[in-house]
């Protein structure tokens, strides 16, 4: 008997599902015992359910797990310690409320909620502090609660932006994203219309980015946060890559910086003291990488940069107020669930489990 | 008024559909009349409810025509002088035969029924009598008739695999094939699944090729189709290229050919008599072109030969009985809607209709 | 004997030179007589020479050209009435410039010399009139002329922000570009750095856009072109892409504009009065076509809008001054050669010639 | 001062060089003391001279290590205990022959002398035997020897087929490879020829799969290797894959199997004795994986099995003495660097360095 939390994943077999499956199968802290899927999937093992497609295997054990499905008081009285959401955003908000409800406590990635005045959005390098509106949530009623992850492309802008907001202040965020199709889920984008070309839209995704990285980069005053209030321009791209965002970023800050070196050295030296001293399994010994080769990062090179936890900076110029810099994250890692683990792991550390 | 034949077209809006759409709006013989699709569609205008993908526009004025949805009393009541069925295998076999039922004459693309005594599988340069087989179908009470076109590896193979079969009898074909993925369908392989990849399975897709390719080669006795004899081997991959299948042939013959320049001029040569005869549209001058380049053909240079309806040879080389060859073919034009223009063509001239 | 001008193409089998050679082959004015290329394919039939790779077919007539070699007297003593130059940037100043002094008229697609004073950078719709700077060539002693082909991601852009820059003036423009890999040559990417990738650096492109946008935007004043003043931000990357060039653009209005409609009509209805009088064969109806579609434009669907000879805008949006819009063009033909035939033409058509 | 083994990598910075840096930067037995590039690289540290583009890291010191020029006399005189060389097959042949008359003993990548009597051509798990024959090579007066690697795809085909023949016997191979663009070297493929395509022909490769599998599956008598008999016809294409060849497989044995059931056994218990005494660090637990799944193996998620150095085969089926199966391995690790390796390894416990 482990004396591990005892965890699980809704929304198993999807790409964000597999994600979560693969690094919570072999965590030090969490067991998984549960993995969830819709109906037509439900008594098959995980194995037979799954079309395995990233690049990380899980523990061959829960390989043989049988998948249950998604019952909100079946869930509910298995008392999980933690559940993990990957559930698609159109069947996710009223599942996961009910869960609460019952006294679920959810990591959750879908997108409902998101900007719900109690709900914490955590990108936990950038904005920890936040977790506490977690007790806010009492209000609603509920047993448990609902901590969500944010948006793919606004975890990895975030992360890359924290430090020059706490240092210059950001007065304006000019974005072009190049994301990959798994940021789209298995059957998202299908291949005829992306071999030899680009999609110049993806559905929401700029309101996300607009809207999502203002609150994450918002002030938490101890009730509320108070998002930021710089301009956010956004364009987002759909390219045929695998896996890792890609985003051209042109930020206006408050402040002339000193010197390009002193940017570069506040990006490289980016931490958040209360993660570093949690010592989260899953938290990047350096959450931002800055590269000075002139043609980086890459989606394929740099996407697995700390284990798919760290954003790479590169291309960075400064030119009075005006930063340029290309960033790039692992969408389904850190910008889904190897997001949603390190969240899960803060919330552990913090006694909210 | 036009004094074209009226046609419609069922399933219009995948990518098989919007082949037949862009080449019968724009017919000198056909006029498009009728564009059906499932229910959620019906009650748009066709550019609404299509999301087109293929590099061939249709006529515009087709764009603003309505979508009918797919009722079979409906279509009946329309009395159209032939129907194009690109459905899916699915839901197909229901549909059409209830159309012939009720009289109406149909040349399809779909799976079911091809192997059927009385259903001609017609790939016209190759097996332009079978069609005779319609005449059968009387027997079934059927008022109209169905007559297919064959799965689209297949008939880009037995165009090729004629010329050889006719001189000198074939007694072994072992084909590899590396095919497009349009050929799947718009959301038939997911981009996650076929980027930097390749699936060596699709469902059924052996099966189809070896007794199709001895349907098609068989001989017609004026009454029923005797198979083909020789044996066929088959491994069908899934390869990350927009349109073309590719196939890698090794045909054993039964008697040993007098050169290699005997096969390159039986392959270059190869025609049929009564298709030329009849001058249909949609019919290629040459239906195979051998290419003597070392590294063709390719599928992005050489699937649009004979405007999509040739086959292009390449590597040919001869070793005793045994023939090596590269055949390349577009998947969803000779492979499937421009063979089935031609399939009508030939109905028409051959007072089928 | 054609009465048609004779004219020849240098670097005749590169990409460029391809497309040079496609469209030269088959023009209504123009007699392809030359193509030239380096001293180890000189000799050689065109065919033989040339690794064909544009999806346009040339006039099989010259595929048995023999190649000659580039031998600056050897041009100079054909006395050609135009050459078209698409060499390489490494060796295209010294041969252009010899070639010039001899008396050869040349419009080249090479960057060296494009912001010399007194070298026209030619977008025909945007700026024809800045062709006059031939004239003063002639106090360099050369007897011939070069006039200069922009590069291609700045061709594309400026044709989109002409109609702005001329109706409300343009402060600042933001762009990221997502470039195909055929701007580079046949050889310029190689496939292990860009499958399932992208690279965020094209050397010297950014440094391009923002000095030739500027001079191509510039006013002449009949003597000298007066670089337009508003500030340019760029960052240009390579994308698995074949053809097409596809640009997210943030301009920044001096003025703001009367309504999203207004700078829709802008752009639809862009022209310009002497292009379109003198009716020259490469001018497409619509120099640039705006797509409402939420997710147009899109390379593989939209490069070859207007012949390759359109931009094609989308996703366009005003928010006061600030106009957020997708760009996309054909980076071998707007943005190399079919712009250098479209120069020709305009030569020929103002006695330049 | 390190016990072990002095090692160096000529042609250190092309694909599979960067392959050898990789594994022997980090070799429990080997120490990488020397890399060698072409002239215009030397003098520049390893991480100025080379384009990192494999997803494997070497060890950060070697990073740092200044790369030396491709001087016999130079290489001659540093007494390596073993040298690596992944030159390229143009220059290979005299390099490689003028140090080992200087004594120095070498594993090559390189396709040269791989046919001749005296040189083994090593496949460990298939045939360690043969590397008996680097006696022979005293004869030619070299005091140095040299051992080959063999032909990427052959390396892979022959580890399934050893089985297979040493269980039944082998009458004739039909294969037909789709092979991963890393297999041209960096520069071997451009992109532009590749992206949503196939190209049939690599040269030279069909002919080293038909000879180099008979050699490889030769008998050694003790004295020289007597190739096998088998027929093998070939048909090589490439692919848009980074890494990882697929051979589509059919083999005519001599006898017929027992069963299906007896040939997956025979495969997955594949190993070789001695190779498996010996313990050598590269050496895979199973050397062929069988998997069941129907659509196994894919080259993006099977080419890393057994860290690279396994080859996995699916879609086995059995019919008569006819056996049909699809094998996949890692190009340029099983292919190349990663096999060398394995040879250094071996020909180290022998004694023969």
């Known amino acids: 008997m482990s004396d591990k939390l005892r965890v699980a994943v809704l929304g198993a077999t999807g790409i964000v599902g597999q994600r979560f499956v693969a690094r919570l199968s072999k965590h030090p802290w969490f067991e998984l015992e549960g993995v969830y899927a819709s109906y037509d999937k439900a008594g098959l093992r995980y194995r037979e359910a799954v079309k395995w497609v990233i690049n990380e295997a899980p523990d061959e054990s829960i390989m043989e797990t049988r998948v249950e499905k998604i019952d909100i008081d079946l869930i509910a009285r298995e008392n999980y310690d933690l559940v993990f ?35 914490p959005l955590i990108n936990p390098e950038v904005n920890a502090d936040h977790i ?5 949530q009492k ?29 210059y202040g950001i007065s304006r965020v000019i974005v072009v994203t190049m994301q990959a199709v798994s940021g789209a889920g298995l059957k998202g984008v299908p291949s005829p219309l992306i071999i030899d070309n680009i999609i110049p839209y993806i559905k929401g995704e700029e309101e996300k980015i607009v809207q999502e990285s203002r609150k994450i980069l918002g002030l938490f005053n101890g009730r509320i946060v108070m998002p930021a209030s710089f301009e956010v321009l956004a364009f987002t791209t759909r390219v045929p890559v695998i896996d890792g965002h890609m985003e051209a970023v042109f930020v206006e800050l408050e402040e002339t910086p000193r010197s390009e070196e002193d940017i570069i050295e506040l990006l490289e030296r980016y931490h ?14 350096r959450p931002v990488v800055v590269r000075e080769e002139v043609d980086r990062p890459q989606p394929r090179l740099d996407r697995m940069a700390g284990n798919g936890m760290s954003v790479t ?41």
């Open 85 to 119: 959401s990957a559930l698609p955003s159109t069947i996710a908000e009223n599942i996961e409320v009910e869960l609460a409800k019952r006294g679920v406590k959810i990591v959750s990635n879908a997108s409902p909620l998101r900007l719900e005045q109690d709900i």
């Open 132 to 136: 506490k509106l977690l007790n806010a």
């Open 139 to 167: 209000k609603r009623g509920w047993k448990g609660w609902i901590a969500k992850v944010p948006n793919c492309s606004t975890a990895i802008l975030t992360l890359a932006l924290k430090p020059l907001h706490q240092a």
């Open 272 to 285: 958040d003291n209360k993660i570093e001293t949690l010592r989260l399994p899953s938290a990047p010994k």
């Open 313 to 353: 900076v590169g291309r960075l110029s400064v030119n009075g107020k005006m930063i340029k810099m290309i960033v790039l994250g692992h969408n389904t890692i850190r910008g889904a669930a190897g997001n949603g683990v390190l969240i899960g792991e803060l919330a552990y550390k913090l006694n909210l489990i």
